[in-house]
């Protein structure tokens, strides 16, 4: 798993792009990102898209100077943490974890 940060000189906002190596992924026909950035609703989830590595990538537009909570679905009904994250808080569910973008 890998999180790239771009920020951009054109716009105060800053490219993050997301992906989940084929080894997370295994089996998986769909990915979606969810967490603060979309008020934690699958509905409105960001989609990434499946590479011809069977990888998945997707990016989105962040405000910088932020922290972002995130998790990513699998096929609607399982949660993956990054495993490269730039940290990890409590989701106040049971001891489940969820992933931090710093910005």
Do not use: C, H
């Not at 940060?5 to 979606?32: D, G, I, N, R």
């Not at 011809?52 to 537009?61: A, E, T």
Request: net charge negative.
């Amino acid at each position: 798993m890998a999180i790239t940060k771009q920020y951009l000189k054109s716009k105060p906002v800053v490219k993050v792009t997301f992906t989940l190596p084929a080894e997370a992924v295994e089996k998986t026909e769909k990915v979606s990102l969810v967490g603060e950035f979309n008020g934690w609703n699958p509905e409105e989830a960001v989609a990434l898209k499946k590479q011809k590595d069977g990888s998945f990538k997707g990016s989105l537009d962040l405000i910088p100077g932020k922290e972002y909570q995130f998790r990513y679905l699998l096929d609607n009904e399982k949660w993956e943490n990054d495993w490269e994250a730039d940290k990890y808080v409590s989701a106040g569910v049971d001891a489940e974890e969820n992933s931090v973008v710093v910005l």
